[in-house]
Protein backbone atom coordinates (compact mmCIF):
# COMPACT_ATOMS: atom_id res chain seq x y z
CA UNK A 1 0.00 0.00 0.00
CA UNK A 2 0.96 3.45 -0.38
CA UNK A 3 0.97 5.89 2.28
CA UNK A 4 -2.27 7.66 0.91
CA UNK A 5 -3.84 4.24 0.53
CA UNK A 6 -2.97 3.59 4.21
CA UNK A 7 -4.20 7.23 5.42
CA UNK A 8 -7.73 6.67 3.41
CA UNK A 9 -8.19 3.31 4.99
CA UNK A 10 -7.12 4.83 8.60
CA UNK A 11 -9.21 7.76 7.72
CA UNK A 12 -12.57 5.46 7.22
CA UNK A 13 -11.58 3.83 10.68
CA UNK A 14 -11.18 6.94 12.39
CA UNK A 15 -14.96 7.14 11.58
CA UNK A 16 -15.86 4.90 13.45
CA UNK A 17 -14.25 5.67 16.64
CA UNK A 18 -10.42 4.26 16.24
CA UNK A 19 -7.73 6.95 18.17
CA UNK A 20 -5.09 4.88 17.95
CA UNK A 21 -2.29 3.44 15.37
CA UNK A 22 0.12 1.09 15.79
CA UNK A 23 2.90 0.02 13.42
CA UNK A 24 4.06 -3.44 12.78
CA UNK A 25 5.44 -5.91 10.88
CA UNK A 26 7.58 -7.34 9.28
CA UNK A 27 9.65 -4.84 10.29
CA UNK A 28 8.36 -1.27 9.78
CA UNK A 29 11.84 0.01 9.33
CA UNK A 30 12.42 -1.59 6.25
CA UNK A 31 9.81 0.98 4.42
CA UNK A 32 11.61 4.14 3.42
CA UNK A 33 8.34 6.36 3.47
CA UNK A 34 7.96 5.32 6.97
CA UNK A 35 7.94 8.72 7.75
CA UNK A 36 5.31 10.00 5.16
CA UNK A 37 3.09 7.66 6.33
CA UNK A 38 3.49 8.72 10.32
CA UNK A 39 3.47 12.40 8.84
CA UNK A 40 -0.04 11.31 7.34
CA UNK A 41 -1.42 9.59 9.58
CA UNK A 42 -0.99 12.32 12.29
CA UNK A 43 -2.69 14.72 10.43
CA UNK A 44 -6.06 12.82 11.23
CA UNK A 45 -7.52 15.24 13.91
CA UNK A 46 -9.01 12.48 15.72
CA UNK A 47 -5.60 9.68 16.38
CA UNK A 48 -3.97 10.75 19.78
CA UNK A 49 -1.27 8.38 19.25
CA UNK A 50 0.55 7.10 16.59
CA UNK A 51 3.02 3.79 18.30
CA UNK A 52 5.63 1.61 16.39
CA UNK A 53 7.11 -2.03 16.99
CA UNK A 54 10.08 -2.52 15.56
CA UNK A 55 13.34 -4.89 16.21
CA UNK A 56 15.26 -0.88 16.12
CA UNK A 57 18.77 -2.43 14.56
CA UNK A 58 17.93 0.57 12.09
CA UNK A 59 17.08 3.37 13.92
CA UNK A 60 19.56 5.61 13.62
CA UNK A 61 19.57 8.84 15.20
CA UNK A 62 18.71 10.60 12.25
CA UNK A 63 15.59 8.41 11.46
CA UNK A 64 13.98 8.43 15.32
CA UNK A 65 14.43 12.48 15.05
CA UNK A 66 12.47 12.33 11.62
CA UNK A 67 10.57 9.73 12.37
CA UNK A 68 9.49 11.64 15.97
CA UNK A 69 8.96 15.12 13.99
CA UNK A 70 6.43 13.38 11.61
CA UNK A 71 4.36 12.47 15.00
CA UNK A 72 5.42 9.00 16.32
CA UNK A 73 4.01 8.86 19.95
CA UNK A 74 6.08 6.07 21.71
CA UNK A 75 7.54 2.97 20.45
CA UNK A 76 8.05 -0.86 21.23
CA UNK A 77 11.59 -2.41 20.67
CA UNK A 78 11.51 -6.57 20.50
CA UNK A 79 14.97 -6.76 22.43
CA UNK A 80 15.43 -10.28 23.47
CA UNK A 81 18.62 -10.00 25.04
CA UNK A 82 21.32 -7.43 25.30
CA UNK A 83 24.13 -10.39 25.69
CA UNK A 84 25.42 -10.72 22.23
CA UNK A 85 25.58 -14.29 22.21
CA UNK A 86 22.41 -14.92 23.10
CA UNK A 87 20.79 -12.48 20.69
CA UNK A 88 22.90 -13.77 18.05
CA UNK A 89 21.37 -17.25 18.60
CA UNK A 90 18.00 -16.23 18.72
CA UNK A 91 17.82 -13.53 16.25
CA UNK A 92 20.95 -14.55 14.16
CA UNK A 93 22.33 -11.11 13.95
CA UNK A 94 24.76 -9.01 15.67
CA UNK A 95 23.19 -6.99 19.08
CA UNK A 96 24.82 -3.88 18.01
CA UNK A 97 22.67 -2.28 15.93
CA UNK A 98 19.92 -3.11 17.95
CA UNK A 99 21.61 -1.40 21.13
CA UNK A 100 22.31 1.89 18.60
CA UNK A 101 18.62 1.97 17.80
CA UNK A 102 17.15 1.42 20.99
CA UNK A 103 19.66 4.91 22.37
CA UNK A 104 18.90 6.42 19.12
CA UNK A 105 14.80 6.05 20.56
CA UNK A 106 16.37 7.62 23.75
CA UNK A 107 18.30 10.74 22.42
CA UNK A 108 14.88 11.25 19.98
CA UNK A 109 13.17 11.38 23.02
CA UNK A 110 10.52 9.17 21.20
CA UNK A 111 9.01 8.00 24.59
CA UNK A 112 7.66 6.37 26.37
CA UNK A 113 9.92 3.28 24.90
CA UNK A 114 9.34 -0.26 25.82
CA UNK A 115 11.60 -3.26 25.48
CA UNK A 116 9.90 -6.68 24.51
CA UNK A 117 11.60 -9.11 25.93
CA UNK A 118 9.53 -12.62 24.45
CA UNK A 119 10.97 -15.70 27.41
CA UNK A 120 12.55 -18.70 25.84
CA UNK A 121 13.61 -21.70 27.88
CA UNK A 122 17.10 -22.09 27.88
CA UNK A 123 18.45 -19.37 25.53
CA UNK A 124 17.40 -16.14 27.67
CA UNK A 125 14.93 -17.31 30.40
CA UNK A 126 17.95 -16.75 32.59
CA UNK A 127 18.46 -13.10 31.60
CA UNK A 128 15.42 -11.43 33.31
CA UNK A 129 17.57 -9.62 36.01
CA UNK A 130 19.79 -8.34 33.25
CA UNK A 131 17.62 -6.56 31.35
CA UNK A 132 15.85 -4.81 34.16
CA UNK A 133 19.12 -3.43 34.37
CA UNK A 134 19.42 -2.57 31.29
CA UNK A 135 15.62 -1.02 31.11
CA UNK A 136 16.01 0.79 34.17
CA UNK A 137 19.23 2.43 32.63
CA UNK A 138 17.90 3.47 29.55
CA UNK A 139 14.61 4.44 31.06
CA UNK A 140 12.39 2.25 29.62
CA UNK A 141 8.93 -0.09 30.48
CA UNK A 142 10.33 -3.78 30.54
CA UNK A 143 7.63 -6.42 28.76
CA UNK A 144 8.34 -9.59 29.95
CA UNK A 145 6.49 -11.24 27.24
CA UNK A 146 5.44 -15.28 27.35
CA UNK A 147 6.03 -17.29 24.07
CA UNK A 148 2.64 -17.85 22.17
CA UNK A 149 1.80 -21.00 20.16
CA UNK A 150 1.07 -19.03 17.09
CA UNK A 151 3.58 -18.86 14.16
CA UNK A 152 6.40 -21.62 14.90
CA UNK A 153 4.52 -24.71 15.76
CA UNK A 154 3.86 -26.91 18.29
CA UNK A 155 7.59 -28.36 18.19
CA UNK A 156 9.20 -24.86 18.49
CA UNK A 157 6.80 -24.18 21.41
CA UNK A 158 7.17 -27.25 22.98
CA UNK A 159 11.16 -26.61 23.41
CA UNK A 160 10.96 -22.62 24.14
CA UNK A 161 8.05 -22.35 26.11
CA UNK A 162 8.63 -20.59 29.32
CA UNK A 163 5.81 -19.78 31.65
CA UNK A 164 6.26 -16.89 33.67
CA UNK A 165 4.73 -17.65 36.77
CA UNK A 166 7.80 -17.79 39.06
CA UNK A 167 9.34 -14.65 37.60
CA UNK A 168 6.18 -12.86 38.14
CA UNK A 169 5.99 -14.02 41.63
CA UNK A 170 9.39 -13.25 42.27
CA UNK A 171 9.07 -9.34 40.74
CA UNK A 172 5.51 -8.93 42.53
CA UNK A 173 7.41 -9.64 45.94
CA UNK A 174 9.92 -6.94 45.15
CA UNK A 175 7.29 -4.23 43.68
CA UNK A 176 6.88 -0.81 45.52
CA UNK A 177 3.71 -1.11 43.45
CA UNK A 178 1.34 -2.77 40.91
CA UNK A 179 -1.54 -1.21 38.68
CA UNK A 180 -3.65 -3.16 36.34
CA UNK A 181 -4.00 -2.25 32.60
CA UNK A 182 -7.69 -2.62 32.58
CA UNK A 183 -7.44 -1.84 28.76
CA UNK A 184 -4.52 -4.14 27.65
CA UNK A 185 -6.44 -7.86 28.59
CA UNK A 186 -5.92 -6.73 32.35
CA UNK A 187 -1.82 -6.90 32.50
CA UNK A 188 -0.19 -6.56 35.55
CA UNK A 189 2.69 -3.07 35.55
CA UNK A 190 5.14 -4.23 38.74
CA UNK A 191 6.73 -1.00 39.88
CA UNK A 192 10.71 -2.14 41.01
CA UNK A 193 13.03 -0.15 42.04
CA UNK A 194 11.90 2.76 39.94
CA UNK A 195 11.16 0.44 36.76
CA UNK A 196 8.19 -1.05 35.68
CA UNK A 197 7.77 -3.86 34.65
CA UNK A 198 5.10 -5.60 32.54
CA UNK A 199 3.93 -8.61 32.33
CA UNK A 200 2.45 -10.17 29.18
CA UNK A 201 1.05 -13.41 29.05
CA UNK A 202 -0.81 -15.66 26.05
CA UNK A 203 -3.73 -14.34 24.49
CA UNK A 204 -5.53 -17.68 25.21
CA UNK A 205 -7.69 -16.80 27.76
CA UNK A 206 -11.50 -15.30 27.50
CA UNK A 207 -10.11 -11.80 29.48
CA UNK A 208 -7.59 -11.32 25.93
CA UNK A 209 -11.06 -11.39 23.79
CA UNK A 210 -13.32 -9.95 26.62
CA UNK A 211 -11.11 -6.64 25.85
CA UNK A 212 -9.60 -6.58 22.69
CA UNK A 213 -10.90 -3.62 20.67
CA UNK A 214 -8.37 -3.47 17.63
CA UNK A 215 -8.60 -4.04 14.37
CA UNK A 216 -5.71 -5.01 11.95
CA UNK A 217 -4.64 -3.66 8.34
CA UNK A 218 -2.28 -6.40 6.65
CA UNK A 219 0.26 -5.23 3.96
CA UNK A 220 -1.77 -6.19 1.61
CA UNK A 221 -4.53 -3.73 1.76
CA UNK A 222 -6.90 -6.60 4.39
CA UNK A 223 -8.78 -5.83 6.96
CA UNK A 224 -7.92 -8.56 9.78
CA UNK A 225 -11.08 -8.70 13.01
CA UNK A 226 -8.85 -11.28 15.06
CA UNK A 227 -5.20 -11.56 15.47
CA UNK A 228 -6.16 -15.46 16.10
CA UNK A 229 -8.30 -16.09 12.70
CA UNK A 230 -6.84 -16.34 8.93
CA UNK A 231 -9.54 -17.25 7.28
CA UNK A 232 -12.26 -13.94 7.66
CA UNK A 233 -10.18 -11.22 6.56
CA UNK A 234 -11.92 -8.27 4.14
CA UNK A 235 -9.84 -7.24 0.90
CA UNK A 236 -10.55 -3.28 1.11
CA UNK A 237 -7.77 -2.84 -0.92
CA UNK A 238 -8.78 -4.03 -3.92
CA UNK A 239 -12.59 -2.33 -4.30
CA UNK A 240 -10.51 1.11 -3.30
CA UNK A 241 -8.01 0.86 -6.20
CA UNK A 242 -10.91 0.47 -8.71
CA UNK A 243 -12.34 3.84 -7.58
CA UNK A 244 -15.52 2.42 -5.37
CA UNK A 245 -16.85 5.24 -3.87
CA UNK A 246 -16.38 5.70 -0.15
CA UNK A 247 -19.88 4.23 0.91
CA UNK A 248 -18.89 0.67 0.01
CA UNK A 249 -15.33 1.24 1.70
CA UNK A 250 -17.33 2.08 4.84
CA UNK A 251 -19.55 -0.96 4.81
CA UNK A 252 -16.53 -3.27 3.62
CA UNK A 253 -15.28 -1.90 7.35
CA UNK A 254 -18.33 -2.27 8.91
CA UNK A 255 -18.56 -5.82 7.94
CA UNK A 256 -14.83 -6.91 8.88
CA UNK A 257 -16.65 -5.23 12.07
CA UNK A 258 -19.63 -7.69 12.42
CA UNK A 259 -17.14 -10.77 11.70
CA UNK A 260 -15.66 -9.82 15.15
CA UNK A 261 -16.17 -13.35 17.30
CA UNK A 262 -14.86 -14.14 20.62
CA UNK A 263 -12.05 -16.68 19.43
CA UNK A 264 -11.61 -18.04 23.42
CA UNK A 265 -14.75 -18.55 25.56
CA UNK A 266 -14.33 -20.18 28.71
CA UNK A 267 -10.19 -21.05 27.77
CA UNK A 268 -11.68 -22.71 24.76
CA UNK A 269 -12.63 -21.28 21.32
Known sequence: MTPEEIFRITSIGVEYGISKVKLTGGEPLLRRDLEDIVRLLSSLKDIVEISMVTNARQLTYERAVEL?????????????????????????????????????????????????????????????????????????????????????????YNQYHYPLDRIESEISSKASDVRVRYSMQMRKVYTVDGLEVEIVRPVGNPDFCRHCAKMRLTSDGKLKPCLMVQDNMLDILSPMRRGENIEVLRRIFMDAVYLRRPYYTSGEH
Request: net charge positive; proline share 3%; hydrophobic share 45%.
Open 68 to 156: KKSGLSRININLPSVKEATYREIVGRDVGDALRGVESAVEAKILPIKLNMVLLKGLNSDEVEDMMRFAKKVGATLQLIELEPLKRGSLF
